[in-house]
């Protein structure tokens, strides 16, 4: 099974900056889609960018176009999400997540990662 490690939260100004990490390991990702999300207290789970290993091709959600990047480097097996102009309401508990390029579900969660912005 597939098994992913978040890491890079923590405590930022508004207007700051974190990168988020995604360890993986367990089973091949080459045909393997990878996403981020995010969930606020009170709120729904969100999406909020996917990367493919082949082809690198992207997603991003208009609420974070523009402010968040999403990219793969395939020699350390790791996801990153780099977070610029991060807002208040960006404060939330970010999750890597994988799926099978055949299913919508990811199936695949880490444990989550705390990140808050402070105004």
């Known amino acids: 099974q597939v098994q992913l490690v978040e890491s890079g939260g923590g405590l930022v100004q508004a207007g700051g900056s974190l990168r988020l990490s995604c360890a993986a390991s367990g089973r091949t990702f080459s045909s393997y889609v990878m996403g981020w999300f995010r969930q606020a207290p009170g709120k729904e789970r969100d999406l909020l960018a996917t990367?493919?290993?082949?082809?690198?091709?992207?997603y991003y959600a208009d609420s974070v176009k523009g402010r968040f990047t999403i990219s793969g480097d395939n020699a350390k097996n790791t996801v990153y999400l780099q977070m610029n102009s991060l807002k208040p309401e960006d404060t939330a508990v970010y999750y890597c997540?994988?799926?099978?390029?055949?299913?919508?579900?990811?199936?695949?969660w880490g444990q989550g990662t705390q990140v808050t912005v402070s105004s």
């Open positions: 997540a994988a799926r099978s390029v055949l299913t919508y579900d990811y199936n695949y």
């Open positions: 990367i493919t290993w082949t082809g690198g091709r992207t």
